[in-house]
């Protein structure tokens, strides 16, 4: 099982970046996909970013363009930079890790504790 810890969260200004990471440990790093998903109050988690052991990125067509996930393999560590933030964006962000070397939004099975994102208008 792998253990995940998400941190840098917190509140910004539309308009403005935050960056989150996550550390990882308890399973070989390299070898699996990583993903960041968010839930805001009322609505079910979605999928926001994921990057394959390789590098390969997709996203939702929401953040394209304004987010961009990156991992360091040497570090055990996923990050996710978001630019241009929206009130909309404003949600818990959790951070997820899949036993498949690539994954789609439905391949995930392990989860951080979350953090708090919010965007004021």
């Known amino acids: 099982q792998v253990q995940l810890v998400e941190s840098g969260g917190g509140l910004v200004q539309a308009g403005g970046s935050l960056r989150l990471s996550c550390a990882a440990s308890?399973?070989?790093?390299?070898?699996?996909?990583m993903g960041w998903f968010r839930q805001a109050p009322g609505k079910e988690r979605e999928f926001v970013a994921g990057i394959s052991w390789s590098g390969g990125r997709n996203y939702a067509d929401s953040v394209k363009g304004r987010f961009t996930i990156s991992r360091d393999n040497a570090k055990n560590t996923v990050t996710l930079q978001m630019n241009s933030l929206k009130p909309e964006d404003t949600a818990v962000y959790y951070c997820?890790?899949?036993?498949?070397?690539?994954?789609?939004?439905?391949?995930?099975?392990?989860w951080g504790q979350g953090t708090q994102v919010t965007v004021s208008s």
């Open positions: 308890g399973r070989t790093f390299s070898r699996y996909a």
């Open positions: 997820a890790a899949s036993v498949f070397l690539t994954a789609g939004p439905g391949d995930f099975d392990s």
